[in-house]
């Protein structure tokens, strides 16, 4: 019996590139707390992932499969997991914090009766966890005092897990989904579709934020992602305008990148921004303001209107 599990994310049959991180973070505390790893997967004709899934060194892996989940809602999700975590009996549940963990997760720990820590960045002797706080203007240490302890973990500031080359069991398990008793169904989902890198695994990120005036202006941020092969970003103030789409919204309730490169276009800095960009190796700012708050992340600042600065730093990339 292991004394972790992971809680894998797929959707439409793929698996989430998070799921490898939250396997990485799984490692690391199982190099604490002692015991292996167990991987559980939840879903309908998800025999591929389990495969994926049996590469990674896991004890064994658990596959939950019903029909009432076909596609994703929370309530299923959350009876399946459950199902997957009485079955191995582990006491450390790890997840990876995507918008998915964050809507279900919670809800396997309310069935285990477990206390949680939610995005967690760093896992400490003890184990205690670094997660933060006010937006990320803190970080506070946490301890989980319950016999079962739920984390989820973000993704960018744990290491992917790399295939062992191993062949972990798979055990097909009752995913004890009560039909009857749920309250939500699917009914589709209105996704930007996109040929671009997916905003938290690209390398490079150009972002926009309201300095670019108009919806159009977006035009120049996206022209010079894909010079640079990169995915679009933007503030919630633009995504709240309706001048992009929800999905590209970096920050405290948007998504959390940490790429190699993160170019912000026209952003202020908000705490809130901050909070979703902070961690990226290398941040770039074009602002007119000089006082203005990204500037205090930012390794290299530039204090120029946007609009004479994109246009000739696309032009000078597009020529090399
Ligand atoms: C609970 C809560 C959660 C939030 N979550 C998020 C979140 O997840 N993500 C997020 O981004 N925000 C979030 N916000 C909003 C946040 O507080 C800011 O309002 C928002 O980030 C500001 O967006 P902005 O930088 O695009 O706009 P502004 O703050 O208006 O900044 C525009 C910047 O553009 C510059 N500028 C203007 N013209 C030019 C030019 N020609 N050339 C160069 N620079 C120019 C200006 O100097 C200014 O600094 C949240 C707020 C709350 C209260």
Request: overall charge negative; glycine content about 12%; hydrophobic content about 45%.
């Amino acid at each position: 019996m292991s004394n972790i599990i992971v809680l894998a994310e797929q959707q439409n049959g793929k698996l989430a590139n998070a799921t490898l991180h939250a396997i990485g973070a799984a490692k690391q505390l199982a190099a604490q707390v002692g015991g292996g790893f167990d991987i559980a997967v939840a879903g309908n004709g998800v025999g591929g992932v389990a495969e994926q899934l049996a590469g990674f060194g896991a004890g064994k892996v658990f596959l939950a499969e019903h029909g009432s989940l076909e596609k994703y809602t929370a309530q299923a999700y959350a009876q399946a997991l459950h199902s997957a975590v009485a079955a191995s009996g582990a006491r450390f549940v790890v997840a990876a914090a995507t918008s998915i963990g964050k809507d279900c997760v919670p809800r396997v720990a309310a069935r285990l009766d477990a206390g949680m820590a939610s995005d967690i960045v760093r896992i400490n002797d003890g184990p205690t966890y670094t997660r933060p706080m006010w937006a990320g203007s803190v970080l506070g240490t946490v301890r989980v005092n319950t016999d079962i302890q739920v984390l989820t973990v973000r993704p960018t500031e744990f290491a992917k897990a790399e295939a062992t080359g191993g062949a972990s069991p798979i055990e097909s398990i009752d995913a004890g989904v009560d039909a009857g008793s749920l309250r939500m169904s699917y009914v589709g989902i209105d996704a930007a579709e996109s040929d671009r890198p997916a905003l938290t695994d690209a390398d490079v990120v150009i972002s926009g934020g309201r300095g670019l005036k108009e919806p159009g202006n977006f035009a120049l941020v996206e022209k010079l992602a894909d010079l640079l092969g990169g995915a679009v970003g933007a503030t919630r103030a633009v995504v709240d305008a309706g001048w992009v789409p929800n999905d590209w919204q970096v920050g405290q309730t948007g998504k959390v990148v940490a790429p190699k490169l993160y170019i912000a276009v026209g952003i202020s800095g908000a705490i809130q921004h901050l909070a979703g960009m902070k961690g990226s190796k290398t941040i770039v700012a074009i602002n007119k303001d000089p006082d203005a708050p990204i500037f205090t992340v930012a390794d290299y600042g530039i204090v120029a209107d946007l609009f004479d600065v994109v246009p000739e730093l696309t032009e000078k990339l597009a020529a090399r």
